[in-house]
């Protein structure tokens, strides 16, 4: 059922589905809630689903910005303190993983266990292809609009034949954004960084950390950020940055064992999904 609370001077669109422990699922940029189907059909029968949208995104509220990380994970906590939610698991992808991270930071105590999908804890920009890959994006959206942009992020994103249905469903959910909220998420991420107080805890995070082969970000950098956290990393081969909709075989598998107190292999193998397993029709 989806339902709109109001948080103070913030509404917030929520999806809630499903029996059994919490589990909250984040959406990254540009993206909604309603973006987790392909996860909430496997998992909806094990969890009581809670899927938000973060401010600015899907069906929230979409105030001035700017906006923050902390901010999106205080806007979750909000949630889920008027949800009556003591403890939940957190699932995150991009944007997403990084507003998971925030709020297991604000509250360990409250989080029973934590995955993230193509995300790191520090988005400083102190590379050169980092600085290209946040600034061009921003130039590219003012300059030729979201739509056009989001017909060159599908190629990007999916670009084999029997991945049509979901480039049209990036063309058809990015394209159609407001640009500001857009550019005001899309900048929350730059610079945030969380390392130190994630070495700080006393106790180390129960995180899981997915990382597609193909990923933005380099995977060494992914694989050294997860060791400094000792969190285990399992690498989805053939995945690129949606790995939540081209390895949807795979993300539903780790995340139905990882929430349910299972101990992962991160040395077993998780693909792609072949082209026989991809949904013809989008979410």
């Known amino acids: 059922m989806i339902s709109k609370l109001s948080l103070g001077r913030l509404t917030v669109a929520v999806e809630q589905v499903g029996t059994g422990p919490s589990l909250c699922l984040i959406h990254g940029l540009g993206s909604s809630g309603a973006d987790w189907a392909f996860q909430v059909r496997d998992l909806k029968p094990h969890f009581r689903l809670i ?13 001035l910005g700017p906006y923050s990380i902390p901010q999106f994970a205080q806007d979750m906590w909000d949630l889920l303190d008027a949800l009556g939610e003591r403890e939940v698991g957190l699932l995150g992808f991009s944007l ?16 029973t266990r934590l995955m993230t999908i193509n995300s790191l804890p520090s988005y400083r920009l102190n590379t050169l292809a980092k600085v290209l890959e946040v600034y061009g994006q921003q130039l590219a959206v003012r300059s030729f609009g979201l739509e056009r942009v989001a017909r060159m992020v599908s190629a990007r994103l999916f670009p084999e034949p029997h991945q049509h249905a979901m480039r049209q469903r990036v063309v058809d959910v990015l394209g159609g954004l407001p640009v500001k909220p857009y550019l005001h998420s899309a900048r929350a991420l730059a610079g945030w960084c969380a390392l130190k107080r994630l070495d700080a805890l006393k106790t180390p995070l129960p995180l899981l950390m997915l990382a597609a082969e193909y990923d933005y ?63 013809i029709a989008p979410p």
């Open 51 to 63: 899927l938000p949208d973060l401010r600015g995104s899907g069906r929230s509220d979409a105030p």
């Open 96 to 111: 997403g993983g990084a507003v998971a991270l925030e709020m297991a930071l604000m509250r360990p105590h409250a989080v």
């Open 217 to 279: 970000t380099p995977l060494a950098e992914k694989l050294k950020f997860a060791a400094r956290l000792r969190a285990p990393v399992c690498v989805i081969k053939g995945s690129r940055h949606g790995t939540p909709f081209d390895a949807i075989l795979a993300v539903n598998r780790l995340a139905l064992e990882w929430f349910s107190g299972a101990q992962i292999d991160p040395r077993a193998s998780y693909c792609a999904d072949k082209p026989e397993e991809v949904p």
